[in-house]
Structures are given as structure tokens and as C-alpha cells.
């Protein structure tokens, strides 16, 4: 559109430099050519007025539909179109009154009088000079008339000397010269047309004739009488004389020179006043025609540029608040194409720098607050991940911060249990009330809150016992008056560390206990080989009665040594690919028959698993044994051996209706000198325990509501099946 | 078929003509002047060698322009004579165009009317009447027509205007002043085959 425009607003001033030229230059352009300029101005303002109309329709809609910028340009338009209006409106009327008056200025009654009376002068001069030849020519001819044909030579000359004429020439009717006379030296034989003798042969007539002198250039004007010269004596005399006929004289006298200027000069000049005169009106209408268009191309000229001008300035502008809007939905990578070098220009190149550091900027903070995100996620998944329970607690005790861990040790109640007060979120308060109030004495004691202090707590519920390390410190300066809460379960690390001890002491009794022992037994045989026959009978009962115990005791410290040695060996385990069913069934098959009954609920297929069959038929024979023990003196003695494969792993359950284990050490039933038998060692749990560790199992063991117990023994499979 | 084809096209080309003239003048073209001189009697002679013309031309004169003589102003007239030969199937060739120039001017020192032009030298008259009506008669001009074989149909267009281009400027291009547009409308007069 803007191509357009231009075009036309510089076709519409090429039009009017030509429309402008054309009043002034005739040879140029023709009636005909203006006219086409004046309809082709026309047809541009209309164009123009219509490019313009549908400028402002587009604009206003703009406007309407609020694109961004449009505002501005209409703003810009208007300033524009106003700024051109009104110098070249008041250009226009000044012109425009201007032109009128001094076309009209020309134009005065009393140049016209002066005018019409000079040309009424020249024309009475003229007027003068024809009687005063008119005159002097009837003279003449009447003289000539009167004169006999052989004086009329003389005589003409004399009258033309007297009249002061400058040519008198007599003319036959045929147009032939028959007198002849001249005031000047070199004298052109003068003609007659036949008209003017057919006219004079009818009377006498003047003739004004025109023409330039070659030599100066002057107007000169020349009164030529023709006057029929009748020959009413002469004929008298001699009717057969040539001369007898009528003849014509002319006469032929210039005016003067000063005065024929002047005359031909007012002439000329009147006939240019009348011209104008006719003229005034259409000049007017011209000039004021050729103004308004001028004026209209000017003004829509103008205007249809201002919209290019405007869109332009507008534009920047248009595009850095389009930028600005997309920075606001955070799109930094928003450029806008820098033009010219002026305000705008750096405008536009500040705008793209700061456009550019911002995209920089929020990079590097998208960036940073990736990182920050990815360390609080680290954070949150080794604290989620963490065994060790770690709460945030601030000065009145209200949680900030928990993790996983520690919802579980302390049993927190549902839900989050951030901004809540720690013994709010706790369940079980009555339990944890040994270790809520250490945290209250030492958030109490400023001096205590100040260091980092720690304490081990023990609890038990549920048959379990829990041991917990708990380490209170206080956060750094930035997070005053929190502290941090560091809980450690170690129940399971003590049990280990129990059972290292108790395997140690197994060990050094194995190894201290067990090397005595053979020699006591063989002494004490010995003895009783040896003397026995020697003594009497009394003292030979007594002594066979003193060896067969020595020896019994001996046998039962060397069981009990067996135990401890199995107990504290090193793990030596051969795992190979074992049917855990059938190893079960074997096992079963042992205690069939027996004085309980077993009810075996196994699958059809065969369950495989990498395992040491003998450990773990050791294992099963343990558990079947401290079962029969159970099951002694129990009414319809029970026992129910289950084997289920999940995934990855299978699952023994083994229950009995026995009389199940005593409260008081079923927490520690897997420790070594645990038990309820008593003639037990307390080490057959304790190495079952040990053997289902070795192979990546666990083992659980709990009582049955009523009675019994019920042992779950979980190994892994490695999908060996 | 075709003959009517181009019958209705050039009527329709007329219209076009028309309208693209209204539309590249606005109503400038409105304000031709009026048809103020009258041709008639029209006759075409054979001559020996040549073709010529005779006709009457009555040319009335407002009294504006009557003044305007009479204050001096020369009036140059025009008679333009096209010849078209005929053609049915496209547009109309136009075989020659002559013009004849002829002038009225009042020559205020000497009192007469000149007219020149027409005739050989010019002639003076006291009254204007007396000059217009010494124009009224135009005969004997000579028009050097070409023949063409295949040709049958010829027709003459006449048309007598004033020459607006020696008016004065002012004058000429004032189209709004239809008074001195002078002119006849277009005569048109069919001739048979040039023989």
C-alpha cells in the first residue's frame, strides 16, 4: 500500500508542476493537454481520497481491534494531516484572494477609458487624415477632369507638390498607369487590383492598408484614395484620345510615422486589454481551479504519506510494546530488527540489550533454580532414602522439616505433619515421652541449646524392643532458632553387635571348653575300667555312678560346645540349585510318625532356589525340634508347614499350637543363651537366624493370638524358576 | 452476423469511449457548447482530377462573441473534412482529413472586419453580418481522395469549430465556459464508390 501511495502523491505532483506549467507555457501544452491534466488531478484526488478513506477505515479498525500501535499511528496521522491542513488552507485562501484581486487589479475603468480613448484618437486621427486625403484627391481630380491630357502631368505633379502627397498615380481602367507622380526618388511601379477600380469606377473610397517597415521594423500606415477622374472637356476636344476615358486616381499618403506608432500601438494594446477582459473570468476560474487541486493533492498527498511516515515511526514503537507484552509472558528471546541511528534506533538496540540480558539472566536463574531444585531433590531423596530420621524443629518446637524415616520411627500420626508441634505429630506420646521431654529441657536450657548434645533412648511395644540414638543440634546463623533432630534406630546394630559378642564368647568357649573335655571323658572311663573291679561293691557303685555322670556331663558340654562352635564359625556356605520342596518333604518325613501331626501344604511343582542343603535342612530340623518340645503335653499337637513361591522369593511358613514363646524374650529369642527349654542352650535359633542370613533370607517369629507360633522363613529365589 | 457484431460492438465501443472520457474528465466534457453553426446543401463533385466539395455553413453568433469581435478578438474557425471508408467487419478506416482555416478579426484603427481564409486575400467588410455572411458559402475545395479497389462504401464527416487553440490561453483552457465553444455537430454524408 505504502508503494502506492507514493506512487500516486508523486504522479499527483508531477501532475501539478505540469498542470502549473501549462498556464504559463502556450507551445508546451494545448487546451486539450490541460484539460487532461485537470481530469487526471481529478482522477488522482479521487484516488488518493479513496486510498486515503480506505487508510483511515484499516486504521480505525486497527484502533478497534486494539492491535498495538495503531493508537499511535492515528495519532501521528492526525498531527501530520493537521500540520499540513492548516499552513496550506491559509496558503490556499491568501492564494486564492490574491490571484482574484490582482487579476482584478489589472482590470480598471480608467485604463479602459484611456484605452477606448486612445484608440478613439487614433481613429478620429485616422478619421482626419482620411477627409484631409479625400479632399486633396477630389481636388486633384477634379483638376485633372478639367485640364487637357498633355498638361495633366504638370499639373498632377504640382497639386501632389501642393497637397503634399507622397504618390499620385493616374490609372486607366485597365489597371495601366497613365500619370505618374512621386515625392520619393526610387519609385516601385504601383498596382491597382481590379476590385478597387470596379469600386472607384462606382465612387470614390479610402483604403487604410497596414504594413511594416522592413528596414526599422515600424508599423507604417498608408491612406490610399481612389477617385474616378471623369473627361468631360478633354472628351470635348478629342473624343477619340485615349485619355477621354474615366480614369482613376489614387493617392497614396502615410501617416506619419510618430502618430501610426502610436495608433497601432493603442490598437494592439486595447485588443490585449480586451483579451484579458474576456480572459479575467477564466483565469480566475483556472488559477483558482489549478490552486484547489493543488491544494487538495498537497493536503492528500500529504496525508497519504503521514500514514507511511506514521507507520514507520509507529512501528518501533508498535514493536516494542508487542516485545515488552511477550517479555511480560516471559519470552526473552523477543528481537526486534534495529533501523536508523536515531532515538528510536537506540531505543530499539537498548530495548535488544536488555532483552538479551534478561534472556541471560533468566537462564542462569532457570539454571540456578535447576540446580537448586536438583540439590533439594538430592536432599530430599537421601533424606526420604535416609534410615536415619532427621526432623527440623524450630524454638517452639514445631516440625519444619521431616523425612520418611523419621515418620516412621516416631510413628507420626496421617498426614503432613509439617508445622505441627512435634508431640502433636508424634501417636504414641505416652511412648516417646522420655524423649519429648529431653528435646523440651534442652530447647529449655539456652546454654544446652547452644550445643550439639545426643542421648539413647529404648523403647518397647508390641513385643518390640527399639533402641534409638537421638542427636539434637542447632542450625547455622542463617536458620536461627532451629535445630536439627538426628535419630538413629540401632536396635538392629546392637542385636548385631550382641550377636558378635556372644560369637566371640561361643568361640573362646568352643575353643577353651572343648579341648579338656576328651581327656576328662577318657580319665574318667579309664577310671572306672581301671578300678572299678578293685573296689568293692559299695565303692564301685559309687564310682561307676561318679564316671557315668562325669562322662554324661562331659558328653553335654561337648553338645553345648558343638553348638557354640557351630554358632561362631565362619561362614562357610555351599550354595548349589536346591528343590526346597523336596528338601521340606525330606524334612517332614523325619518327624512323621512322630506325636504331632504334620499337615504339609505344598504345590505340585518344584520350587528351586540357591541354597546349602544342609544348612538349611539344619535349619528346618532346629525349628521341627524346639516344635516337638512345644508340642509336648499340648492336646492334638499341630504343626502346618506351607510353601508359597512369589516373586523372587519363597515364602516357609511353619506353625504349631504349641505353647509358644514367653513375652519376655521373644524380642531377643534370636540371641545366643536364649531360651525357654531347660535343658536348652539357647543357640539353635540363634543359628537358624544366622543360616537364613548367610543366605540373604530373613526369618520372623512371632506368637499366634491365642497359641502357637508361627515362623516365616523368606528366601530368595533369583529366578532360578 | 459479423456486420451486426460490429455494429453493436462500436455502439458499445462508443459507450466505453464515453465513459472512459466522463471518468479521465469528470463532467468536464459536460460542458461542450452549443451546435451554433449549421451545415447544409452538401454536394460532392467529380472534377477532372480531383474531388471537391460544396456546402452552406450558417454560423450564428452569440452576442458575447459578436462583443468580443467587435473588441478586437480574432476568431479563427475550423472545417474539417475526415473521410472514412467503410468497413463492416472492423472499424472504419479513415482515408484523408483536410481542413480549411478561416478567420473573422475587427480591426478597430480602420474600422472594417477582415476575414481571411477562405478565400485567395482577404476582404474587408464594414459590418460583421456582411463578413459572416461572405463565409456562408463554401465551394469548390479540392479534396486529393485516394481509391481503393476494395473498397465500396466511402462516408464524409464535416465538422465547422472554432480553432479554441488561437484563443486566447485563458480562454482555451476555461472548459467550464461553454460559450466559446463554437461549433456544428458532425455531419456525416455517404458516397458511393469512388470512381
Redesign the interface.
Known amino acids: 500500500m505504502k508503494y502506492v501511495i507514493t506512487s500516486v502523491a508523486i504522479i499527483g505532483i508531477a501532475l501539478l508542476i505540469l498542470l502549473a506549467k501549462s498556464l504559463s507555457n502556450t507551445d508546451l501544452i494545448s487546451s486539450d493537454t490541460f484539460r487532461f491534466l485537470v481530469a487526471l488531478s481529478v482522477f488522482f484526488v479521487f484516488s488518493l481520497i479513496i486510498l486515503i478513506a480506505i487508510q483511515v477505515f484499516r486504521l480505525l479498525q486497527s484502533v478497534k481491534k486494539e492491535i498495538i500501535g495503531s493508537r499511535l499511528t492515528l495519532r501521528l496521522v492526525l498531527s501530520f494531516g493537521l500540520m499540513v491542513l492548516i499552513p496550506v488552507s491559509i496558503v490556499y485562501l491568501v492564494s486564492v484572494n490574491f490571484l482574484t484581486k490582482s487579476i482584478e487589479s489589472w482590470f480598471d475603468v480608467r485604463v479602459e477609458s484611456a484605452l477606448e480613448g486612445g484608440l478613439t484618437l487614433g481613429q478620429k486621427t485616422v478619421d482626419i487624415l482620411v477627409n484631409d486625403i479625400e479632399l486633396k484627391g477630389k481636388s486633384i481630380a477634379y483638376s485633372l477632369s478639367n485640364t487637357l491630357p498633355e498638361k495633366r502631368q504638370s499639373l498632377l505633379i504640382d497639386m501632389r507638390e501642393k497637397f503634399a502627397i507622397q504618390d499620385a498615380v493616374l490609372f486607366n481602367k485597365n489597371g495601366s498607369i497613365n500619370l505618374i507622380s512621386s515625392s520619393r526618388e526610387v519609385l516601385i511601379p504601383p498596382l491597382i487590383d481590379n476590385d478597387d477600380i470596379k469600386k472607384a469606377s462606382n465612387g470614390y473610397f479610402i483604403k487604410i492598408e497596414f504594413s511594416d517597415n522592413i528596414e526599422t521594423g515600424d508599423k507604417e500606415i498608408f491612406l490610399k484614395a481612389f477617385i474616378p477622374v471623369d473627361s468631360n472637356k478633354s472628351q470635348q476636344k478629342n473624343v477619340l484620345d485615349v485619355s477621354s476615358q474615366q480614369q482613376i486616381l489614387m493617392l497614396t499618403q502615410p501617416i506619419p510615422r510618430s502618430i501610426a506608432n502610436i495608433a497601432v500601438s493603442v490598437e494592439s494594446v486595447y485588443e490585449e486589454y480586451q483579451q484579458l477582459t474576456y480572459s479575467r473570468n477564466s483565469l480566475k476560474i483556472i488559477y483558482t481551479l489549478t490552486l484547489t487541486l493543488v491544494l487538495l493533492l498537497a493536503i492528500l498527498s500529504s496525508v497519504a504519506i503521514s500514514f507511511i511516515l506514521s507507520r514507520k515511526f509507529s512501528r518501533p514503537l508498535a514493536m516494542l510494546a508487542d516485545a515488552t507484552k511477550e517479555i511480560a509472558k516471559g519470552n526473552y528471546k523477543k528481537f526486534i530488527p534495529e533501523s536508523g541511528k536515531d532515538e528510536l534506533g537506540v531505543l530499539v538496540k537498548s530495548f535488544n540489550s536488555m532483552t538479551s540480558q534478561l534472556d541471560f539472566a533468566t537462564k542462569n536463574a532457570k539454571k540456578n533454580r535447576k540446580s537448586l531444585e536438583e540439590a533439594r531433590s538430592f536432599l530430599e531423596i537421601i533424606l526420604t532414602n535416609l534410615v536415619t530420621a532427621v526432623i527440623v524443629i524450630d524454638n517452639s518446637k514445631k516440625i519444619r522439616l521431616y523425612n520418611k524415616s523419621a515418620s516412621k520411627m516416631l510413628n507420626f500420626k496421617s498426614g503432613n505433619a509439617e508445622g505441627k508441634l512435634l508431640s502433636n505429630a508424634i501417636k504414641n506420646k505416652k511412648l516417646y515421652g522420655g524423649l519429648l521431654k529431653f528435646i523440651e529441657e534442652y530447647l529449655g536450657n539456652p546454654k544446652k541449646s547452644m550445643k550439639q548434645i545426643s542421648a539413647e533412648f529404648k523403647f518397647e511395644h508390641n513385643q518390640k524392643e527399639q533402641i534409638i540414638i537421638l542427636q539434637v543440634s542447632p542450625l547455622a546463623e542463617k536458620v536461627a532458632g532451629s535445630y536439627v533432630l538426628v535419630i538413629d534406630d540401632i536396635t538392629m546394630v546392637t542385636k548385631a553387635q550382641r550377636q558378635i559378642a556372644w560369637g566371640e564368647v561361643a568361640r573362646r568357649l568352643a575353643h577353651e571348653i572343648k579341648n579338656p573335655l576328651t581327656p576328662i571323658q577318657l580319665i574318667a572311663e579309664r577310671i572306672q575300667h581301671k578300678f572299678s573291679k578293685k573296689l568293692n561293691k559299695e565303692d564301685s557303685g559309687i564310682l561307676d555312678k561318679s564316671t557315668t555322670t562325669i562322662v554324661k556331663q562331659v558328653n553335654a558340654l561337648k553338645v553345648m560346645v558343638n553348638e557354640f562352635s557351630e554358632y561362631s564359625r565362619t561362614p562357610k556356605i555351599q550354595k548349589k540349585k536346591l528343590d526346597i520342596k523336596q528338601l521340606l518333604e525330606e524334612v517332614v518325613d523325619l518327624y512323621t510318625n512322630k506325636s504331632f501331626l504334620i499337615t504339609l501344604n505344598l504345590k505340585k511343582d518344584s520350587i528351586f532356589i540357591e541354597a546349602d542343603e544342609n544348612k538349611l535342612r539344619q535349619v528346618l530340623i532346629n525349628i521341627f525340634d524346639n516344635a516337638k518340645d512345644a508340642l509336648r503335653n499340648i492336646e492334638n499337637p499341630q504343626m502346618m508347614v506351607e510353601l508359597e513361591q512369589k516373586i523372587n522369593k519363597v515364602v516357609i511358613v511353619i506353625k504349631d499350637n504349641g505353647i509358644g514363646i514367653p513375652k519376655n524374650i521373644i524380642n531377643r529369642i534370636f540371641e545366643p543363651y536364649v531360651t525357654s527349654k531347660d535343658n536348652g542352650t539357647g543357640l539353635g535359633l540363634a543359628i537358624v537366624k544366622k543360616i537364613i542370613e548367610e543366605h540373604n533370607g530373613t526369618i520372623i517369629i512371632k506368637n499366634l493370638v491365642k497359641i502357637g507360633v508361627k515362623i516365616t522363613i523368606i528366601l530368595p529365589t533369583k529366578n532360578l524358576n | 452476423m459479423m456486420a451486426y457484431f460490429m455494429h453493436y460492438l462500436k455502439s458499445k465501443i462508443y459507450i466505453y469511449a464515453v465513459l472512459i472520457i466522463f ?4 463532467n ?1 466534457n459536460g460542458f461542450e457548447g452549443e451546435k451554433s453553426i449549421e451545415i447544409k446543401d452538401f454536394s460532392f463533385k467529380k472534377n477532372e482530377n480531383s474531388y471537391s466539395i460544396e456546402f452552406v455553413q450558417k454560423i450564428k453568433l452569440s452576442k458575447k462573441i459578436k462583443s ?1 469581435i467587435n ?3 480574432p476568431f479563427n474557425f475550423k472545417i474539417v473534412c475526415k473521410v472514412f471508408s467503410k468497413n463492416n467487419f472492423w472499424f472504419d478506416e479513415k482515408i484523408q482529413q483536410v481542413e480549411l482555416f478561416y478567420r473573422i478579426k475587427y ?5 472594417v472586419y477582415e476575414v481571411h481564409g477562405v478565400y485567395d486575400k482577404k476582404k474587408e467588410f464594414n459590418a460583421l453580418e456582411e463578413a459572416i455572411k461572405s463565409l456562408n458559402i463554401v465551394k469548390d475545395w479540392n479534396l486529393n481522395l485516394k481509391n481503393k479497389s476494395n473498397v465500396y462504401k466511402y462516408y464524409i464527416v464535416l465538422q465547422v469549430k472554432l480553432d ?2 488561437k484563443l ?10 461553454k460559450s466559446w465553444s463554437i461549433e456544428s455537430r458532425k455531419y456525416e454524408y455517404l458516397l458511393e464508390r469512388l470512381t
Open positions: 471518468l479521465f474528465s469528470g468536464i468580443a473588441k478586437g478578438i480591426k478597430a484603427l480602420k474600422k479554441k487553440k486566447p490561453k485563458p480562454l482555451q483552457v476555461n472548459f467550464f465556459d
